[in-house]
């Protein structure tokens, strides 16, 4: 793979060359600006061998560098080893940030290139900005790689479905009719939504384009005057297509939207999201339209679920966590007599998920890290690469599901034998963090990086810390990380609000020894109004014990004890009924006092 990687480099060196070009950037997403993406824009790990989710590589004539961030160094390192590709850990002291990479690679007059069709206007302007000082010319140059990538994968054609209105809770009508009050309000006339699950939000629509994203690629155009589609229309099965077009959303191919945007009238305002709309659709919108810059309309209205979407997220979250407890229980009785390894585990938790009704899949490939590989933060386990599990040390298992009704998302760190004082106190610490943060009460406005400090508090207290974010979104049977909003320590100027439903997973990584990661889903609910103003906190959502042999009692307080216990009852509560016999015995002793 290494002698491959090299080959692949030397050919896009040779059409850099034809191009005119001393260096080529791949941002590693699709037109979409997607995280997770379809085999065909699967740019950066055919380039590089990187197959984190995370990652912008850049290729100059003579060297290469690949920059991701601390959920993925250690597999980085790992993967990019013997390619020639240098690893620049982001937000690291001493590691310079692309564009500073290139003007130190780069001699004045240089021509960088890009495809215009997967960066960011956002991320188009800064690179630009921060190379023409330098005299550093950034050319939009399309997409090198489909010159060299013989066997490129096509673009995915799986068939549209209907997001069920007793699932869906709220129909395409008041969705539509909702983003176009939002417009009115701004003076605005258009949205432009390229953001996939915007998409199947504001449609109730779904798909398989992308594994584990319940999403189909799309673009659209909402007016209070018209709405469009933009689809390949052979991915609409013709009576969904029909029920379209009667509701009056037009249907037109997947490739019409620049010439759809360049026909537009003078007088229309349009906004654009310049973090979500890639630069090529910006050059199509012609210079009378008034583009209004702002952050997608849908995006923020799926941020905020419905009572009706909290209620079956909370049924998905019963169903999730019986496949949970069938899988602890299974590993219970079966550790030390069957050969477990970490693929066999993640096998096994898509397994049990398999048998709950309404299931659709997964919504990631479960993460899991036994012993020093718990340490590789988004470690992607194989056949080849797995670890065999013995009664030993801890197990760290990060999986989810996509359900008719609810999005899922759980991690659990679990003893398999006796631990060392330092264990328990890795251990407690991060669950004090997650009670901390799951406890807080907060008055409205509050951003998610004034919260973040909660989770890591004891952490600190004793030294520690962890690299990647406390708490991001999760969709709605959509994409398992959702924004605008985000709970971390960096500058976030989106509030929490009441109805957003996210993720609490602070952590601890000792390399080479072990990682621990307690993670429950949780939404932000109304507390009190008072003279001071309005107050929110969490509610936790996810169901499913936490192992208690780990903890050190000692190191915890007499409200994180009361916490622990009255979760671990409202656990057994909700699963108890839903189980046989032996599992209600199994969940009962999984839940006893601490």
Known sequence: MKELIKKRISALRSEMQNKGLDAYIIYGTDPHLSEYIPAHWETRPYISGFTGSAGIVIVTLDKAALWTDSRYFLQAEEQLSGTGIELVKMRTPGHPEPSEWLKLHLKEGSTVG????????NQFRQ???????????????GDLLNQIWSDRPTLPDSPIYEHELKYACT???????????KLDHKGIQMQIITALDDLAWTFNLRGNDIECNPVFMAYACVSRKETH??????????????????????????????????????????????????????????????????????CKLK????????????QAMRKDGVAMLEFMFWLKNNLGNLHITEYTVAEKLIEFRTHQDGFKGISFFPIVGYKEHGAIVHFHVSKENALTIEPDGFL??????Q??????????TIALSELTVQQKTDYTMVLKGMIALTLAKFPINIRGYHLDILARKDLWQHGMNYGHGTGHGVG???????????IRQEFNDQTIKAGMVMSNEPALYRLGEYGLRTENMIVCVKDESTVFGDFLRFDTLTLCPIDTTAIDKSLMTSEEINWLNTYHQRVFNELSPLVNDELRLYLKDQTRPL
């Not at 690179?127 to 140059?141: C, F, W």
């Not at 709605?476 to 985000?486: A, W």
Request: glycine content about 8%.
């Open 114 to 121: 890009t495809d215009e069709t997967c960066i960011s206007i």
């Open 127 to 141: 690179m630009q900005n921060s190379l023409s000082p330098s005299g550093i010319h950034l050319k939009e140059s």
């Open 171 to 181: 129909d395409r009508k008041t969705k539509i009719e909702a983003i176009c009050k």
């Open 229 to 298: 589609l933009f689809v390949e229309s052979n991915k609409l099965p013709t009576e969904l297509k029909n029920k379209l077009e009667g509701e009056g959303i037009q249907i037109k191919g997947y490739g019409e939207l620049s010439g759809f945007l360049r026909q537009l009238p003078t007088t229309v305002g349009i906004l654009v999201d310049p973090d979500r709309t890639n630069h090529a659709i910006l050059k199509n919108i012609p210079d009378h339209c008034k583009v209004i810059e702002g952050l997608s309309i849908p």
């Open 303 to 314: 941020a905020i679920k419905t009572e009706d979407e909290i209620q079956n997220i909370r």
């Open 396 to 401: 760290l298992f990060d999986s989810g599901g």
């Open 403 to 412: 359900y008719l009704d609810g999005t899922t998302d759980i991690t659990r």
């Open 476 to 486: 709605y049977f959509l994409n398992v990380h959702e924004g605008p909003m985000s």
